[in-house]
């Protein structure tokens, strides 16, 4: 019996495999517009296809973080792979480079709205599919993040395993540059959870302090002492776990609230973004 292959069936299998149009639409006809079958037949054929790939982890990856000439607009682009041999590779860089570039100058919303956006002739989206289809691993667009300031400053650190953004509150000069840079490494060694106590989730907070209270109880203290002890554990929290408060990696002596103070007066850091491989 003769079944009538759309192009919306060929796309779709295109979409799934990331095989060309030609051969998913042999593929369909060979195996009357059944997709399970059109996958194997493809397979049979010693195709790569990008099918039944999502339960893969994709531990692997690089991650890009750049700024635009003025200074003041970045973003961290995040590419999945599954293996260290292939995110090591110079063509999967170059292809994550290209993709943050695109999303750079065309400052899409999302990862959706950035798979859609035009690369080499066709979509990010289709680009991907084609790198999957031709690498043999699960391959994809796993974070995205913008960041809007008076001054960006991006940073990649160990061979993009990290990337990071710094959005200050003073316009771009070399020493704010700089100091936003300094800022950047302590950002990608020590992983504060927000800028300041405010910028912390209130659930995040909420947690802390029930461990410290039951922590305080359990050593046996009275019960009405409990909140302001709690509440000096939490401050100690903050030091460790927000970035102004943290001791500088530079000069443990200092905040780093106080290293930008002393860099020019009333600098300091309005947001952060932070990637990691792994």
Do not use: W
Not at 105 to 121: E, V
Request: hydrophobic share 45%; proline share 3%; aromatic share 6%.
């Amino acid at each position: 019996m003769s079944v009538t292959i759309s192009a919306a069936d060929v796309n779709k299998l295109r979409q799934i495999t990331g095989a060309g149009m030609m051969d998913c639409r042999k593929a369909l006809a060979e195996s009357d517009g059944d997709f399970e079958k059109a996958i194997d037949y493809l397979r049979l054929k010693g195709q790569k296809v990008a099918a039944n790939r999502s339960d893969r982890d994709a531990k692997e990856g690089v991650a890009i973080a750049k700024a635009n000439p003025d200074g003041n607009y970045g973003i961290i682009v995040q590419l999945s792979a599954e293996t260290d041999f292939v995110s090591k590779n110079q063509e999967f860089v170059d292809f994550a480079n290209d993709i943050a570039e695109a999303a750079l100058h065309n400052m899409p919303n999302d990862i959706d709205a950035l798979k859609a956006l035009s690369l080499g002739g066709a979509t990010i989206n289709d680009k991907l599919l084609e790198m999957v289809a031709k690498i043999g691993e699960k391959i994809d667009i796993v974070r995205y993040e913008q960041v809007n300031a008076d001054a960006v400053v991006p940073y990649i650190h160990g061979n993009y395993r990290i990337g990071v953004l710094v959005g200050l509150n003073k316009p771009e000069s070399e020493k704010v540059i700089a100091a936003g840079r300094d800022v950047a490494m302590q950002i990608a060694a020590m992983n504060p959870l927000g800028v300041d106590a405010d910028s912390v989730a209130p659930e995040v907070i909420e947690r802390e302090k029930a461990i410290a209270i039951e922590q305080i109880v359990a050593e046996g203290k009275p019960a009405d002492m409990a909140e302001k002890i709690a509440a000096g554990k939490l401050n100690k929290f903050f030091k460790d776990n927000t970035l102004l408060a943290q001791p500088f990696v530079k000069d443990n002596a200092i905040s780093v609230a106080d290293y930008l103070k002393g860099v020019e007066a009333g600098l300091t850091v309005t947001t952060f973004r932070r990637a990691a491989i792994g």
